[in-house]
Structure formats: structure tokens, C-alpha cells
């Protein structure tokens, strides 16, 4: 992390690749830890709340410059020092920015047995933190019933497309809104009753046709949460997950008809997945990942190859380049 951006991250500038460091994997000292080659790091949105100035303070901890970023990521253990992990295991958790990493404390990790041969980088996406995120959420605040229509946004990342499945498999009728024909597309492939391009078409009119709407999955704010509040039941459940149309401006949030959740009676749900996590994770990994490999649930995904291409993939998260979880292939195994 090399530089504070004002508005989206410029890669080269906000971030750099920097090759100098090198380590002796056949002789470096790991002091009881283990040796880790990494293969695939996830890129979320949140990383770009993680590249601000230390004095402003958020719910997750910001990069400090000069140092790797870190997120989340699978990697293998070369060799290994502590008896919880031995050479050939598979780790999800916690990594830096980097190509090999020593660790210390295997109790941050979870230990793949991957059972159900899916590619790892499926770990950091729909089977890792985003479909976790969808999963305990929906669970947690839905509360769906026969009839309900739910507004999902942001429907071919990650998150999205997972809630637009959940939603389906619950028996509503889902409304899905994505930035192009193609994420479109797609949305409609994996049960979307109606899908639009926000971009082409005004989501305000969309809800006004096919609302009002019982759920409403935020992903991106601004705009888009004005016409949910607008087109909401009485009652509906507004499941605020993200903002991301103001993660790159300095301006203000900009909502303006927020008395309906009074006059509505809005039961408005804001989350960070950490905090609901215990109550699912182990039915998340028992159940809900078998219906990833068995088919049931799909998803699409933006490999970017290359730990030097990890600011390009950054900014195509940010700008909506992405077409599904974009994850960095750092290398194979
Ligand atoms: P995605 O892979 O879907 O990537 C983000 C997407 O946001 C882009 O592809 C783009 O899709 C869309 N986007 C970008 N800019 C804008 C804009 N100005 N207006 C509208 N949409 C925009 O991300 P994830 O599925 O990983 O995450 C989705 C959301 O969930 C994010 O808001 C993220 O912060 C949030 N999140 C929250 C968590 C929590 O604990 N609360 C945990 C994990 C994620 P498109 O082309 O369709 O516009």
C-alpha cells in the first residue's frame, strides 16, 4: 500500500508491486510457524474503506503504507514447524499481499479438506467471506414470506448472485439489478424474475412496475436505496449490506426520502458478516457449500493472474469492471 487515493485506487500510485524482498524457502527460519505458498487472494470492496488515512476510524483496521495489503486468501503449506498444519494443507484465512508468507498461529486458519474438489479459489468467493456474508444475512434478517418480492442489487458478484438464489430457492419473486446486459444476462440464468441494467434502465420505474417490495438487499446506496424506500411495503425488511456508489467519492450519502422508514414502518438491518457468523458457520460449511459443488448454487468468476496485477483487479472491483468474485490467481500449486 503505497498512497491514500482521493477518489477510485490508481494502480502504480495507490498500490505497487514491489519484487526486493525475497525469502529462502528451503532454509528460512520459521520460529514454530509454517511456510505457506500463496495461491489465490480474494478482492472485496471493503478493501478500498481500508485505504484511508489512520486517524479516521472504521470497522475494519486501515493498510498501513509501505506494507503488504491483506485480505482473504487460500494457500498451501510448503513446510511446517507447528504440529496443527503439515506440508500440503490447504489454508483459508488472513494472508499479505505477498507470494510467500510465515505464519505463526494456525488457529487463524481453516484447514481445507476440500471433500467436495471445488477449484480453491471458490473458498474466497461464493464457499468463502461473500457467500457467507449473503448466507448469514438472508438467514438472519429475511424473514421471507409466500408472496414476498425482494429487490437484489449488484446481482452478478458474488454477494448478489447468492441472495438472488437464496430468494429463489425461498419461492419469492426476485427483482435483480446489475451494471451490464452480460451480469444481466446472467442474473436471469440463476432464477431472476426480472433482471435490468440500472445503467440503461431507471431502477425508480422497474420498482414502480414490479413492487412494491417486501426485502431490499442494499449493495450500493446512494440513488438506488431512494427508489427501494420509495417502492417499499409497509413493514419490508431493508438488508444493508454496502454502499459501493460512494466508496470512491467524497460526497455525501445523498438520501433524501428517509422519513419512509417511519411512514413505512421499515425494519432497516445494517451487518458487518463477522458479528452473525458463529450462529451459521458450521451449517455454511456442512450444507450450504455441498450445494455449491452439487450445482445447486452458482457463480461466476474474475480471475486476475498475478500478485502484480493485484491494483488492476482492485480498481475493476471498485469501477464494476468485475463479472463475478474477483479473486488474484497468485499461482498454481
Ligand atoms: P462485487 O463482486 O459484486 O463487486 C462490486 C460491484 O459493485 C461491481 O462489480 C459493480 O457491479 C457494483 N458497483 C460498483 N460501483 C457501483 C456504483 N457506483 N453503483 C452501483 N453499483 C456499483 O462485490 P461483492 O459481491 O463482493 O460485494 C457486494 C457488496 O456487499 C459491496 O457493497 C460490499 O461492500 C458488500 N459486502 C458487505 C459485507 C458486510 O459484512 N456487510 C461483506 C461483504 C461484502 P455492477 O456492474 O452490477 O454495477
Sequence with gaps: FNEVPEGFPVPGKTTIYDASQTIDLDNADLQGGFLVKVLVLSIDPYMRGRMRHPEKKSYSPPFTIGEPLANFGVGVVLRSENPAVKPGDHLYGFYPFVQYTIQQNAQAFRVLDNKENLPWSAYIGVCGM???TAY???KEYAAPKKGDVVFVTTAAGPVGATVVQLAKADGLKVIASAGSDEKVAF???IGADVAFNYKTTPTRKVL??????????DNVGGETLEAALDNAEKGARFIECGMISNYNTQKPYG????????????????????SIRDKYVDEFY??????VASGEIKYKEHLVRG??????????????KNFGKCVVVVADE
Excluded: C
Excluded at 414502480?208 to 438487499?217: Q, S
Excluded at 433524501?256 to 413505512?264: D, G, H, P, R, S
Design 208 to 217: 414502480e412496475k414490479e413492487g412494491p417490495i417486501n426485502i431490499y438487499w
Design 255 to 274: 438520501v433524501t426520502n428517509l422519513m419512509k422508514i417511519v411512514a413505512q414502518e421499515l425494519h432497516i438491518h445494517g451487518f458487518i458478516v463477522g
Design 307 to 320: 500478485l502484480e496485477n493485484a491494483g488492476e483487479a482492485i480498481l475493476d472491483v471498485q469501477s464494476g
Design 136 to 138: 448469514y444475512a438472508w
Design 187 to 189: 442474473a436471469s440464468s
Design 286 to 291: 456442512s450444507k450450504f457449500v455441498q450445494r
Design 130 to 132: 461473500p457467500g457467507e
